[in-house]
């Protein structure tokens, strides 16, 4: 079975830029969650996608913005990318929501320049 | 206030111990769930074990296994006969209730030493 898949692998931006991440879950897998990991402040939750809606949000600007297709594919997109975005954005999947087992990507390390 | 504390930023131990990583957790929620995740050099998140708040049994996943106090809200790590190979970033973390947000400690570095 193939694990969770996030493209692109790196990326490179500038600041004001925007940038789209994908993440597909494990087959049979609908729901989606999406962290963001910093040196200064470590794992944070970004948002949670279930059946297509946004089902959880962490504390983060408007700026940070997802959606989850039918095929429990997800994407996220910064607009207006600032130093402060770089990061590794990692996604999660999980069978369904509240389930014990979430399994990681590995992850789409963005650099803002 | 911190919901998931690990104090121990860096660790060094000696192949074939056994290895104690540190985690104590902040909630009023009776409903609660308690993971481990491994992070490799490479960043791939992997998850290790997981402990409900309502689980009368410790959990144990091969050499791994969760010292799960409730009273005093810990939820220890203990890596049996550790190997090279467990050289990586341990996290530990929490989720309340059913919601899907897990929280993260900020990691503790393990490094063993051949």
């Known amino acids: 079975k193939a694990g969770v898949t996030q493209t692109p692998r790196y990326l490179i931006k500038t600041r004001g830029q925007q940038v789209t991440l994908s993440c597909s879950p494990i087959s049979g897998h609908r729901s989606v969650s999406w962290y963001q990991q910093t040196p200064g402040q470590g794992l944070q939750f970004l948002f949670e996608?279930?059946?297509?809606?946004?089902?959880n949000k962490g504390n983060f600007p408007g700026r940070f913005s997802g959606r989850q297709f039918s095929n429990s594919r997800s994407e996220m997109n910064v607009s207006t990318l600032e130093l402060g975005d770089s990061a590794l954005y990692l996604c999660?999947?999980?069978?369904?929501?509240?389930?014990?087992?979430?399994?990681f990507g590995p992850g789409t390390r963005l650099t803002v320049l | 206030a911190q919901k998931i504390t690990q104090t121990q930023p860096g660790m060094f131990v000696q192949e074939k111990e056994a290895v104690t990583l540190d985690c104590t957790y902040d909630t009023s929620d009776p409903s609660y769930g308690l993971f481990w995740y491994k992070q490799p050099s490479s960043g791939e998140m992997i998850f290790l074990i997981y402990?409900?708040?309502?689980?009368?049994q410790n959990a144990t996943e091969g050499r791994y296994s969760l010292n799960f106090q409730k009273a005093r809200k810990s939820a220890n790590l203990v890596i049996s006969a550790s190997q090279l190979g467990d050289s990586a970033m341990y996290f530990c973390a929490m989720r309340e209730g059913e919601d899907d947000k897990i929280i993260f400690g900020k990691g503790t570095r393990l490094h063993i030493l051949p």
């Open positions: 402990q409900g708040s309502y689980d009368q």
């Open positions: 996608y279930f059946s297509e809606t946004q089902r």
């Open positions: 999660a999947s999980s069978l369904t929501r509240g389930y014990n087992e979430q399994f």
